[in-house]
């Protein structure tokens, strides 16, 4: 029973504090997300959540190995519910987060992943480990 208990207050921590999603991107380029300092290769990238102002969707860059902008715009976002539990004011201040779980950012517009786009990427984060 004590272990149940603390498996929600777990869960509840661990969902809270970060968001998440699968990127496929084009040959050669990284991916900065709403301006943050870390860039991203290809594959699972994980944050932390967003603000109220990335309710009209995150904003985001791919840049090339010079740091040149390539192409940018906004990814879909969502609301975390997650963030409603998250104490102390964990809606107020962080309750976005990616909107879908896979982005493929390869043609014009972010588009969802095919199924197969994102087993590939999964089996690469797999083979990284």
């Known amino acids: 029973m004590q272990a149940r208990t603390l498996l929600f207050p777990l869960v ?3 969902t809270g504090c970060s968001t998440g999603a699968w990127f496929k991107l084009p040959d050669e380029t990284r991916l ?3 301006e943050r300092p870390a860039s991203f290769d290809q594959g ?3 944050s932390r959540p967003f603000s109220w102002g ?3 969707g995150i904003p985001y860059r791919l840049v090339d190995r010079q740091s040149l902008t390539v192409k940018s715009g906004k990814l879909r976002s969502r609301f975390r519910v997650a963030s409603i539990f998250w104490p102390p004011v964990g809606i107020a201040y962080w309750p976005m987060g990616y909107g879908q779980r ?3 950012l ?3 517009e972010p588009s969802t992943c095919t199924h197969e786009d994102y087993r590939q990427l ?3 984060e797999r083979m990284r480990r």
């Open 122 to 124: 999964r089996l690469a």
């Open 106 to 108: 390869t043609g014009d």
């Open 32 to 34: 900065l997300v709403n």
């Open 44 to 46: 699972l990238v994980r």
């Open 12 to 14: 509840l921590f661990v």
């Open 54 to 56: 990335a309710a009209g």
């Open 102 to 104: 896979c982005y493929d």
